[in-house]
């Protein structure tokens, strides 16, 4: 089938980078990405390129490149899904917060109304393709709801998981490790479909690079993939500890341990933590599938990922306290760093949240600062947790827009996310500028221990002493 016409349902950060290189590298294919957000969607059709939804390192140059070209941002999602021949649904799949499964399962009702909003629609066949990470069988969902709620048109599902991580997104989708499409390659619809996918993505992507499995395959790797990225992170965490309690330095052992080509040098940065939208949720979720098919143990060793992860954001947070003399009621904490990683504005799942939401606690004042992320973001995600009053909130975290203005009479300067340019600040300054004994707790190990000792700072980074 010759695909004149894409729609992506879901102007997030998965869909909207995603269709950019789409649009880009198929310069005859009308690409529209839909949402119901119209804040959104006007944000994705701003004139200043600094007012995007997302900021991702070289998107705004693909994004004027191709908006109005042949890729357009809409609310107007009927009409784009009867002109298309390929939908790819690419919606939030957050943690259930209620009923079964709450806490673990992936709340799926965002891509049932999908789904079935797609059904409703559709007037010719379609290939509908799960861009979303999802549980293992939700492709069979899907087409349960379309075949019975359609129009009597043929619908091929495809899985076509996304391994961009944010802050790269650009060069993961231009020069990705694989391309994975899952489908039913048993009847010729289902290869015809997976075939006009793998077209698109010929485009640009080495036809070695692009993979084709059966659907579950598919849905499972993304999952896997991610759940193994987690595990490499919260292993060296958990050694991070155990360096610190012996004297070891957990960079000389992961520097030591990466040389060995099977385990390979990537992943093994200790921090203060992971984040972001998909290694807890997709973690999560493997342990529900596995405890509903009753497999325990499988479950028990994947949480354990998890745990680990939360005892480090919960053990950087007790070590600012423990060193400052047991009490922070009172004294402020600088935090330098609010989104989950560099060289993205997202703050999902972000360590920082919890680390400040433990310090609250025991009534500290928190002043932030991050490149590109604002005030009510912060106050959103601290509120989201719901531990104290919103008021209360208010009062004890304050977001700065100049770096050395939160260094202005703070005890402590914890380093949250690793900015790059957090590298580069006048160090002797902020100094100056702090109460003393001067802190620094590096949760990404970005400083130079030598050099802040000798300006005065008591420096402790993650994993060493
Ligand atoms: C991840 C996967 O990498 C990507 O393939 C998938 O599509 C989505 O989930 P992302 O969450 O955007 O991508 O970022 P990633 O680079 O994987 O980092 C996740 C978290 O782990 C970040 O908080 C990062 O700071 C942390 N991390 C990563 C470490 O603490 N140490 C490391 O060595 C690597
Ligand atoms: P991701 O990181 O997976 O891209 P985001 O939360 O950034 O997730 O983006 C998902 C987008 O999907 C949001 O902008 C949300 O408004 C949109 N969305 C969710 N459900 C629907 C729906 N039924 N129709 C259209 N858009 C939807």
Redesign the pocket.
Same mark, same amino acid.
């Given at each position: 089938m010759k695909i004149k016409n894409i729609c992506c349902i879901g102007a997030g950060y998965v869909g909207g980078p995603t269709m950019a290189v789409i649009a880009q590298k198929n310069p005859d294919i009308m690409v529209t990405v839909v949402d119901l957000d119209e804040d959104r969607i006007n944000q994705w059709n701003e004139k200043e390129l600094d007012k995007l939804p997302i900021y991702e390192p070289g998107l705004a140059k693909v994004i004027s490149e191709t908006r109005n070209r042949n890729l357009f941002f809409s609310t107007q999602i009927d009409n784009s899904i009867e002109k298309s021949e390929i939908i790819f649904i690419s919606v939030n799949t957050p943690t259930k917060t209620y009923g079964d499964g709450k806490g673990m399962a992936a709340d799926l009702k965002y891509v049932e109304l999908c789904a079935r909003q797609i059904a409703r629609v559709a007037k010719t066949d379609k290939i509908v393709v799960e861009k979303s990470?999802l549980p293992v069988k939700t492709a069979e969902a899907i087409q349960d709801i379309l075949n019975n709620t359609g129009n009597g048109v043929n619908f091929e599902i495809l899985s076509n998981?996304? !391994? +961009?991580?944010?802050?790269?997104?650009m060069r993961?989708l231009a020069v990705p490790d694989r391309v994975l499409i899952g489908g039913n390659y048993k009847t010729k619809n289902g290869k015809k479909a997976m075939k006009s996918l793998v077209n698109i993505y010929e485009s640009w992507v080495p036809k070695k690079n692009i993979l084709t499995t059966n659907i579950w395959s598919s849905e499972l790797s993304?999952l896997t993939?991610?759940a193994f990225?987690?595990q490499?992170?919260s292993s060296?965490?958990s050694l991070s500890e155990l360096c610190e309690a012996t004297g070891a330095d957990v960079l000389e052992v992961a520097k030591a341990i990466g040389m060995d080509t099977r385990i390979g040098d990537? !992943? +093994?940065?200790?921090?203060?933590?992971?984040?972001?939208?998909?290694?807890q949720k997709?973690i999560l979720n493997l342990v529900y599938i596995a405890k509903s098919l009753g497999l325990n143990e499988v479950a028990e060793y994947w949480h354990q990922v998890i745990k680990m992860n939360n005892y480090q954001r919960f053990r950087f947070a007790k070590n600012i306290i423990r060193s400052l003399y047991n009490t922070v009621n009172g004294k402020k904490i600088a935090f330098l760093g609010w989104s989950?990683?560099k060289d993205?504005n997202?703050t999902r799942e972000?360590?920082a949240i919890y680390v400040a939401d433990a310090l609250l606690n025991e009534k500290a004042y928190i002043s932030v600062f991050d490149p590109k992320v604002n005030s009510k973001k912060i106050m959103d995600d601290i509120n989201s947790l719901g531990t104290r009053p919103e008021n209360q909130n208010m009062k004890y975290l304050k977001f700065e827009k100049e770096p050395y203005k939160i260094a202005d009479g703070a005890h402590a300067i914890a380093i949250l996310?690793?900015w790059d340019e957090f590298k580069n600040y006048d160090w002797k300054r902020i100094f100056n500028l702090m109460n003393k004994p001067a802190f620094i707790f590096d949760g990404?190990n970005i400083l130079d221990k030598i050099i802040l000792e000798k300006i005065g700072f008591v420096y402790q980074g993650v994993g060493r002493r």
């Open positions: 990470t998981p996304e !391994f +961009l991580a944010e802050g790269t997104a993961d993304k993939a991610n990225l987690a490499r992170v060296i965490n990537k !992943f +093994l940065k200790p921090s203060v933590g992971f984040g972001g939208s998909c290694f997709d989950f990683k993205t997202d972000s360590a996310t690793e990404r």
